[in-house]
């Protein structure tokens, strides 16, 4: 079955890998996507991959975990539309219906990127149910993305992967802690790039793309499949290196150039970790 428009996949290959694009996908209404099939994988689930924040952050603020109550995150996802919460279910590749499904939807995206970033690589699925209203405050993802709309509507807002909105060094500090969120300036609300998410609807985000995301007046379910690509794979290996580099009193310049430059600072990770300096 195909779960991509076609018609959509052509722009799609156009635009890839650097800028945002919609697409059309027919997921709505998918048994592995209604509310009680969710509220089950998140049972089902090892729990440090089930998160529950608060809906309520702003942009530059802390997203922080919501541990108000003892309540399972079953039943938070069956009365999200009182809970004000916001509800990740990351790496539901590991249950093995939801690994089916990403393996569908990647069987049509190949083709379409390969040209561009060669074959996708690490292959990972997340689900996200939000409360009315909420937002997922300013941040990045180390990884491509296309985020498909299953239920509720979104306004999803993209940036350019540079500075002011992704400085070097937060972009560079990701991949020695794991913080992937921004620093907020009212400027940049006027500056973005809104697209309109409803049932249907899906978006391509590029990689490292700064983003917040505002849930509308229903509860919302967005499925998330992410890819990287050798070039992905190399330039966190670069990023990682960086520090180590400066240490040792040799340059490291700017984020390595599309697509081929960040490769010998790579292996440098990897000679690095070998001998024990990462």
Sequence with gaps: MSFLAASSLAPFSSAYPLSPTMLTHALRGHSLLSWEALAKASLELPPQYVERRIGNAPNGGIFAMDQSDHADVATVIRSIHGSGNWIMLRFVEQLPAYRDL??????????????????????????????????????????????????GDKQFATYRPVAPWLPHDRHEAYYGGGDNMLPWNDAYEV??????????????????????????????ISLSITWQSEWSQALGDAMQVNPLLRRWGLPTGAVPGWPKTAKWRSLGCRVARKAGFL
Aim: with cysteine.
């Design 102 to 151: 990403l393996d569908k939807l990647m069987e049509q995206i190949g083709p379409a990127i390969a040209p561009a970033t060669g074959p996708a690589l690490t292959v990972r699925g997340f689900i996200f149910i939000s409360a009315p209203g909420t937002l997922t405050p300013f941040h990045f993802d180390c990884e491509y993305n296309i985020l498909l709309q299953i239920a």
């Design 191 to 220: 500056e973005a790039n809104i697209h309109h998410l409803r049932p249907d609807d899906a978006l391509f985000i590029p990689y490292a793309s700064p983003h917040w995301v505002k849930a509308g007046a229903e509860p919302s």
